[in-house]
């Protein structure tokens, strides 16, 4: 069983910065990507930003020149680093796994969420 678990979540005013991680578990052979998508209250979910595995990334145009995702390390994580936020940044948060090779099967797994709230 694969899990994928996400941390950093919080309250933090405008203009400040915060980082989230994200750490996928398990016996697991490869991983394809990883990603960051934001559910605002009320919105459709939308993406954040994506990492191959040869790191290569994708951002969303809404956070380009804010956020910066890193890498995939050989433990499997990835973190997201957001600066500058803003009232609009307000949403959860979730990391997911894509394309991830087990013994047997490919596919993609989904994190729970962490919740980031941009408030003075």
């Known amino acids: 069983q694969v899990e994928v678990v996400e941390s950093g979540g919080g309250l933090v005013p405008p203009g400040g910065s915060l980082r989230l991680s994200c750490a996928a578990s398990?016996?697991?052979?490869?991983?394809?990507?990883m990603d960051w998508y934001r559910q605002p209250p009320g919105k459709k979910r939308e993406l954040v930003a994506l990492?191959?595995?040869?790191?290569?990334?994708i951002y969303g145009d809404s956070v380009k020149g804010r956020f910066a995702i890193s890498e995939i390390s050989a433990q499997n994580t990835v973190s997201l680093q957001m600066n500058d936020l803003n009232v609009g940044d307000t949403a959860v948060y979730y990391c997911?796994?894509?394309?991830?090779?087990?013994?047997?099967?490919?596919?993609?797994?989904y994190g729970q969420g962490t919740q980031v709230t941009v408030s003075a």
């Open positions: 398990g016996y697991l052979l490869t991983i394809g990507a």
């Open positions: 990492v191959n595995s040869d790191g290569t990334t």
């Open positions: 997911n796994a894509r394309n991830v090779r087990i013994p047997g099967l490919t596919r993609d797994y």
